[in-house]
């Protein structure tokens, strides 16, 4: 009984964890920024077609090279394809086809009680450097600014780690908040917080900012005058399989769009 | 074998069946403690990939936390820092007030207090500790802003407050099932010499259970350690050690949490994040084997042991 006992627990065990094979099946791979929406829309996509489908992270620039070697049918990113990758490509001669499925804009956010309603690239990032530590020195009244800022995974904190800081680094003292809707309730309740969210996470409990003079919208996103913005896109093959051609056209459907706006971003 | 309806043949002996009941408690005690083995070796796996990358010690007494950045930063002194601290402060609150809540309820509580009190302590530790975070988040922290007007309420001194919350059933409980178990002649001893109640508590009866109080004290300050969802919503999440009270700081599980969901597969991130894990595991294995030794060590023995 006992040396059969531990086989059986050990079979019981393997067993459980051997993932599953699956066959024709669309992977799905690159931009963390653009998960989220994957995530959903594959769900939904799922329940719809049944197509089996796998979404995994890594980054816009594992995703387009995944592409490149053929080991994903989609790639997802929130950069547009760099002059290199582009030269890779007509190498292995690959077309890579380009679907903007979304818009992403980060406002930064503070409490209603503060009057401050605009502040400057620059000095968004001083703050956010430490080195401008006083809301007085920005124009509002004497207080500590406290600092809050998502964990540096984020798709969020990527495009403001690029666009605001120019990749410079958040000093360490600055809070961290691990979701959207934790940043909102910290800054809410904090009448010297300021933050960033993305824009579909917004609402009436804090007071967004403009940037450089420019309100942060869906319009304002789209033309480009608003800078702290950018496009979300996929890529596929020029001659992508069925499977995942269907995919691309789901999320690009205006129930995909739907899906876009429940993840927080603006319909492309 | 025959294995026939129950009780139509009795070809299965009282010694088969005892074999069987036997080998089948056997198989599933295996399993569990199989699967725990094999979580801990899928940490180790998951988690020493990054020291290719950075060095142990650069790893654990490095200053900064950058994983993402280029070339990225993977230095947790910052969170092992903050574990201490937010288990220090909060033992400093849980470990007094568990402990006279336990010889109260022993020694001084009528026996229908007691049987009102102690059922009320243990129910506070069946709060989810989300419950707790987010009471801490939304109504302890705008307090906290308030009252000593410091910048922020999400710090050590918040979080630690929040953890004693969750440390004092597990103190109180263990506790005073010691001091309870402490043998009635002990009392009547210290009594009929003539020595006053809290002569006989603070003499004799905390002496006698101090084994079990020690036990219950360390399992206390392991729950503060690897408290997870409390500290992420509460302890402000600043990696940079904590130079006051109010400081925000950012434990090890907060860290990991924070950033797992996003951490790409087997990346340097991932694989540093499985590492603070193992020196999470590390500290916790700490306390639990220091509270097994000390519950074994010093057995409360009955009258034998003082």
């Known amino acids: 009984m006992r040396p059969w006992s531990y086989i059986l627990s050990a079979l019981l065990v393997v067993s459980l964890a051997a993932p599953a094979m699956a066959a024709n099946s669309v992977t799905v791979k690159g931009s963390t920024t653009v998960l989220p929406i994957m995530q959903r829309a594959v769900e939904a996509f799922i329940a719809e077609t049944g197509t089996t489908v796998s979404v995994s992270g890594g980054g816009s620039s594992n995703g387009i090279k995944a592409l490149l070697d053929k080991s994903t049918d989609v790639a997802m990113a929130s950069r547009t394809m760099k002059g290199k990758e582009i030269k890779l490509a007509e190498s292995k001669s690959i077309k890579p086809v380009e679907y903007i499925i979304a818009l992403d804009a980060v406002i930064p956010i503070v409490n209603p009680a503060n009057k401050i309603t605009n502040l400057t690239s620059d000095q968004l990032k001083a703050i956010y450097e430490g080195k401008v530590t006083n809301w007085k020195e920005v124009g509002g009244d004497d207080g500590k600014i406290i600092v809050i800022s998502r964990d540096t995974s984020s798709g969020t904190y990527e495009t403001w780690h690029k666009i605001i800081m120019k990749k410079a680094r958040v000093f360490p003292g600055a809070l961290l908040q691990a979701s959207s809707g934790a940043v909102l309730q910290a800054v809410a309740k904090n009448k010297n917080a300021i933050a960033y969210d993305g824009i579909g996470y917004i609402n009436n409990t804090v007071k967004p900012l403009s940037v450089d003079g420019v309100t942060g919208s869906a319009t304002t996103a789209k033309d480009k005058t608003y800078p702290v913005a950018r496009t979300l896109q996929i890529y596929t093959t020029a001659s992508p399989s069925p499977a995942a051609k269907q995919l691309v056209d789901f999320i690009l459907s205006p129930k995909g769009q739907d899906i876009v706006e429940q993840a927080g971003f603006i319909r492309r | ?306």
């Not at chain 2, 399993?31 to 020493?48: D, N, Q, Y």
């Not at chain 2, 989300?130 to 007007?149: K, N, Y």
């Not at chain 2, 918040?158 to 597990?170: C, E, G, Q, Y």
């Not at chain 2, 969802?229 to 990696?239: D, I, K, Q, R, T």
């Open chain 2, 1 to 306: 074998m025959h294995l026939h309806f129950w009780g139509h043949t009795m070809r299965i002996s009282r010694q088969q069946k005892e074999i069987a009941i036997h080998g089948s408690f056997f198989a599933i005690a295996s399993t569990s403690i199989l699967v725990l083995t094999l979580i801990m070796v899928f940490l180790i796996v998951e988690g020493l990939p990054i020291f290719n990358q950075v060095s142990f010690p650069d790893f654990v007494f490095g200053q900064y936390w950058y994983p993402t950045d280029d070339p990225a930063d993977f230095g947790i002194l910052p969170m092992i820092s903050g574990s201490l601290a937010v288990t220090a402060v909060s033992s400093c609150i849980a470990i007094p007030l568990g402990l006279m809540t336990a010889i109260y309820l022993a020694e001084i509580a009528s026996p229908r207090m007691r049987s009102f009190v102690k059922p009320l302590v243990e129910m506070l530790q069946a709060l989810p500790s989300v419950v707790i975070g987010f009471f801490g988040m939304v109504v302890v922290a705008p307090l906290l802003q308030d009252w000593f007007g410091i910048a922020t309420g999400l710090n050590l001194f918040n979080a630690s407050v929040m953890l004693a919350f969750m440390a004092v059933p597990t103190i109180t409980s263990i506790a005073e099932d010691a001091i309870f178990s402490v043998p009635e002649e002990l009392r009547a001893a210290s009594l009929a010499l003539g020595a006053t109640k809290w002569q006989t508590i603070a003499n004799v009866v905390i002496p006698a259970s101090l084994p079990g109080i020690s036990t219950a004290v360390i399992l206390g300050m392991a729950r503060s350690i690897g408290e997870t969802m409390v500290v992420l919503m509460v302890a402000g999440g600043a990696a940079m050690a904590p130079g006051s009270l109010f400081d925000p700081v950012r434990p090890m599980p907060a860290s990991i949490a924070a950033e797992m969901a996003e951490a790409p597969y087997q990346s340097d991130h991932y694989y540093a994040l499985f590492a603070t894990g193992m020196v999470l595991f590390l500290f916790t294995l700490m306390f639990n084997v220091l509270a097994a030794y000390i519950a074994e060590k010093k057995k409360q023995t009955g009258t034998a042991s003082l």
